[in-house]
């Protein structure tokens, strides 16, 4: 599959190696954008010149998953999908139809029970991100949230993640400090705008670090444009920063970005390409 067809697949199963540690996108499900919904300050001219980023449908194709990082025995997931349910595509909506439920499958797939995990990671709390949070089969491990996420999660009701949400999950959590080692060299990252505290993870071992940073970027197409902030983003100005730092940050040498919604290209490289930066898919 060459990488514009991937571009606009939903992602599978894909492994990295970094010195002792591995780290595995596992799928749950996927979801449908709508290009100029998602991106709102897009226009049809943009995603006329960019058509490799769009499905049979018009659609962004974003996968929703989880990233499984292992050491050794241990495993922690970073990101807990959709969880096993579907939704319809609603008219006006920038979400199309959204599926989950592969998760715990896919961890079979590789060799993982639910047990194995010795605590959830979250990006940020929205539903995509919680899907099989609190679930009984994950239930026993610490569920770890950016304490600015938790302690503003009120916020969070007006994007759909309801109090019935929050208040299940709350037996559940334990909030982490930016900077805090959470597993060995996996570390917080605050960068909130997407949502109030928002968080990415640092990965290092081997001399190469993975920074999976959660809903900061949502395509591969925002790498040149980091202005194109996503719809439900909390605060624009704040979220438009972060990704303007990420972005020159995934340039330094030895560094892969983790898109988590990233279609079938999640880990890549940020490259220069004549004047223009390209988000090169990194398989290995």
């Not at 902030?229 to 970005?257: C, F, K, M, N, Y």
């Amino acid at each position: 599959m060459d990488t514009d067809e991937r571009l606009r697949t939903p992602a599978t199963l894909r492994s990295l190696r970094l010195g002792e540690t591995t780290v595995t996108y596992v799928p749950d499900g996927a979801v449908q954008l709508t290009p100029r919904g998602w991106l709102p300050t897009t226009t049809d001219e943009d995603w006329a010149a960019h058509p490799e980023y769009l499905d049979a449908s018009g659609h962004l194709a974003a996968g929703i998953g989880g990233l499984l990082v292992e050491r050794g025995d241990r495993a922690l997931l970073i990101d807990a999908g959709f969880g096993p349910r579907t939704l319809p595509a609603e008219p006006g909506s920038a979400i199309g139809a959204i599926h989950g439920g592969a998760l715990l499958d896919n961890l079979a797939r590789i060799g993982r029970a639910p047990r194995d995990i010795e605590a959830l990671a979250f990006t940020h709390l929205h539903v995509d991100h919680l899907g099989w949070a609190g679930h009984p089969a994950l239930a026993h491990a610490p569920h770890l949230v950016a304490e600015p996420e938790w302690t503003q999660r009120d916020l969070l009701q007006s994007h759909g993640t309801g109090k019935d949400v929050l208040d299940a999950l709350a037996p559940h959590v334990r909030t982490v400090a930016d900077g805090e080692e959470i597993f060995p060299g996996v570390h917080v990252r605050l960068a909130p705008g997407h949502t109030p505290g928002h968080a990415g993870y640092v990965i290092a071992s081997g001399g190469r670090r993975l920074i999976a940073f959660g809903d900061a970027l949502h395509s591969p197409i925002q790498i040149n444009h980091p202005e194109w902030h996503a719809a439900p983003d909390h605060d624009t100005t704040w979220s438009t920063d972060v990704r303007r730092q990420l972005i020159a940050e995934l340039r330094e040498p030895d560094t892969i970005g983790f898109g988590i919604h990233f279609a079938d290209v999640p880990f890549g490289r940020v490259l220069a390409d004549g004047d223009r930066l390209a988000w090169v898919p990194v398989d290995a």
